[in-house]
C-alpha cells in the first residue's frame, strides 16, 4: 500500500480524542515533533477539519495552519484597534475554502464573478497539484492535494469537475479508491483511541432541556 508511511505516523503518534456535541476532535503529536488536529463528524464519520501546528511567532505562540475547513479571513477592528482583529470576510478577494465527502474532495472559491468559461481547471502531473487560471488572467491558484501526496497518486484530469453559481467556483475531485482505503484504515486506528467527552457542554446541553 502507497499510503502505508501515513498508516505508520498515525499509528506510532500520541493521540487524545475528546467529543463536543457531534463532532470527535483528535489531536496528534507525532514522532518528529509535529502537531495536528481533526475533526470529525459523529453524523457522517467524514472528517471536517484538519490543522497543523506551526512554528512560535515572535510573541512566543504557535498559529494552526489549515489544510482542511474554512479559513476565516481576519482584519483589524479600526473601530475598536484595542479589540485586535476581528473575523471578517472579504467582498471582493477570491477566498478558497475546502471540505471533503465520502466520495470528494471540494473547493469553493468565493467571489470569482466570471463566468464558467473563463475558467481553465488542470490537473498538472508535475507540480503534483491542480492549477486554476482564467482565460483574462485575471486568477491563477496552484492547489495542492495533500491526501494524494499520502497515497503517492497523481493528480488526474479525469477526476475534475467545475460548477459555477453565485461567484464561487466550485471544484469536484472524485477520490481515488486508494484514498478511501486509506481513511478507512485510518478511521479503524482511531477507533481504538481513548475518547473523552466534554463534560461542560454536555451540562449545558441538559440545563437547557
Same mark, same amino acid.
Given at each position: 500500500?502507497?499510503?502505508?508511511?501515513?498508516?505508520?505516523?498515525?499509528?506510532?503518534?500520541?493521540?487524545?480524542?475528546?467529543?463536543?456535541?457531534?463532532?470527535?476532535?483528535?489531536?496528534?503529536?507525532?514522532?518528529?515533533? #509535529? &502537531?495536528?488536529?481533526? +475533526?470529525?463528524? =459523529?453524523?457522517?464519520? !467524514?472528517?471536517?477539519?484538519?490543522?497543523?501546528?506551526?512554528?512560535? %511567532?515572535?510573541?512566543?505562540?504557535?498559529?494552526?495552519?489549515?489544510?482542511?475547513?474554512?479559513?476565516?479571513?481576519?482584519?483589524?477592528?479600526?473601530?475598536?484597534?484595542?479589540?485586535?482583529?476581528?473575523? #471578517? &470576510?472579504?467582498?471582493? +478577494?477570491?477566498? =478558497?475554502?475546502?471540505? !471533503?465527502?465520502?466520495?470528494?474532495?471540494?473547493?469553493?472559491?468565493? %467571489?470569482?464573478?466570471?463566468?464558467?468559461?473563463?475558467?481553465?481547471?488542470?490537473?498538472?502531473?508535475?507540480?503534483?497539484?491542480?492549477?486554476?487560471?482564467?482565460?483574462?488572467?485575471?486568477?491563477?491558484?496552484?492547489?495542492?492535494?495533500? +491526501?494524494?501526496?499520502?497515497?503517492?497518486?497523481?493528480?488526474?484530469?479525469?477526476?475534475?469537475?467545475?460548477?459555477?453559481?453565485?461567484?464561487?467556483?466550485?471544484?469536484?475531485?472524485?477520490?481515488?479508491?486508494?484514498?478511501?482505503?486509506?481513511?478507512?484504515?485510518?478511521?479503524?486506528?482511531?477507533?481504538?483511541?481513548?475518547?473523552?467527552?466534554?463534560?461542560? +457542554?454536555?451540562?449545558?446541553?441538559?440545563?437547557?432541556?
Amino acid at each position: 500500500m502507497s499510503y502505508t508511511n501515513w498508516l505508520k505516523d498515525i499509528r506510532d503518534a500520541e493521540k487524545n480524542s475528546m467529543i463536543s456535541g457531534r463532532v470527535r476532535k483528535v489531536f496528534y503529536k507525532f514522532v518528529d515533533g #509535529r &502537531q495536528m488536529a481533526e +475533526e470529525y463528524s =459523529l453524523d457522517t464519520g !467524514v472528517i471536517q477539519k484538519r490543522a497543523w501546528k506551526k512554528s512560535k %511567532n515572535l510573541m512566543g505562540e504557535a498559529d494552526w495552519e489549515l489544510e482542511l475547513g474554512e479559513v476565516p479571513n481576519l482584519k483589524l477592528n479600526t473601530e475598536n484597534p484595542d479589540e485586535g482583529f476581528i473575523v #471578517r &470576510q472579504s467582498e471582493t +478577494e477570491p477566498i =478558497l475554502s475546502k471540505r !471533503v465527502t465520502k466520495h470528494n474532495i471540494e473547493w469553493r472559491i468565493r %467571489n470569482l464573478p466570471h463566468p464558467i468559461e473563463t475558467y481553465q481547471v488542470t490537473a498538472d502531473e508535475t507540480k503534483r497539484a491542480i492549477i486554476v487560471r482564467t482565460t483574462n488572467k485575471k486568477y491563477y491558484k496552484t492547489i495542492e492535494v495533500p +491526501e494524494l501526496e499520502r497515497c503517492s497518486l497523481l493528480p488526474e484530469q479525469d477526476n475534475i469537475s467545475i460548477h459555477h453559481q453565485y461567484n464561487t467556483l466550485i471544484i469536484t475531485y472524485k477520490k481515488p479508491q486508494l484514498l478511501c482505503e486509506m481513511e478507512a484504515q485510518v478511521l479503524l486506528i482511531l477507533k481504538d483511541v481513548e475518547t473523552e467527552t466534554d463534560m461542560e +457542554e454536555m451540562l449545558q446541553g441538559l440545563l437547557a432541556k
